[in-house]
């Protein structure tokens, strides 16, 4: 089935950029599915980041545009966000999920990756 | 952006109660939503999506409705192994959003 994993630096200093990467197995990014990033501040709950699709589209939360990029790497089969100039309210668990891409709106994610988090701190 | 609003934020009950959690969008959304259900230290698991289609491998104890701005998320036994945090998200707008969780918690 296919499993993703999350990996990158656990720890940032304020105004440092942070790149993420997802890992994906058993299934091809380039085959099919959206691919975003979810994340969840410490106690609090689920904020969207971003999705793009298996054909280059992106989707951006418009709280975050401008800071963020996500990013397709076939010949790895991952795809990666960069989010630029991070604060300490940057501070969350970090997922990657995938979401069906022949689904028209219906768009939900799953699966989800274990997480990962990322400390925004001086 | 569309905003959802789950109520309660928390309900406390006992295994074997029937449970009902509420979603409501700022906006109709058509059946357009999905529900998860997250327990501590774990990524979310997906439970419903379009407002009452029932995720594989998720049990028929629970069930989804509502189409529009109004939705419900039922469980109709609590088990042990339900007491988790329950998010609502829609995907009527490519701005996709969550609602800020359900707490449910054991009486």
């Known amino acids: 089935q296919v499993q993703l994993q999350e990996s990158g630096p656990g720890l940032l200093k304020p105004s440092e950029t942070l790149s993420l990467i997802c890992d994906v197995s058993?299934?091809?990014?380039?085959?099919?599915?959206?691919w975003g990033w979810i994340r969840q501040p410490p106690g609090k709950g689920l904020e969207w980041i971003g999705t793009?699709?298996?054909?280059?589209?992106?989707y951006y939360n418009p709280s975050l545009t401008g800071r963020i990029t996500i990013s397709l790497d076939t010949s790895k089969n991952q795809f990666s966000l960069k989010l630029t100039s991070v604060t300490a309210a940057d501070t969350a668990v970090y997922y990657c999920?995938?979401?069906?891409?022949?689904?028209?709106?219906?768009?939900?994610?799953?699966?989800w990756g274990q997480g990962t988090l990322v400390t925004v701190s001086s | 952006d569309i905003q959802m609003t789950q109520s309660p934020s928390s309900l406390s009950a006992s295994v074997g109660d029937r449970v009902t959690i509420t979603c409501r969008a700022s906006?109709?959304?058509?059946?357009?939503l999905n529900w998860y259900q997250q327990k501590p230290g774990k990524a979310p698991k997906l439970l419903l999506y379009?407002?009452?289609s029932l995720q594989s491998g998720v049990p028929s104890r629970f069930s989804g409705s509502g189409s529009g701005t109004d939705f419900t998320l039922t469980v109709s036994s609590l088990q042990p192994e339900d007491f988790a945090t329950y998010y609502c998200?829609?995907?009527?707008?490519?701005?996709?959003?969550f609602g800020q969780g359900t707490k449910v918690e054991i009486k």
């Open positions: 999920a995938g979401q069906p891409h022949n689904t028209g709106w219906y768009k939900w994610f799953d699966p």
């Open positions: 058993g299934f091809s990014i380039s085959s099919g599915y959206y």
């Open positions: 793009m699709s298996q054909s280059g589209n992106s």
């Open positions: 906006q109709s959304i058509s059946t357009y």
């Open positions: 379009a407002a009452s």
């Open positions: 998200q829609q995907s009527y707008s490519t701005t996709w959003t």
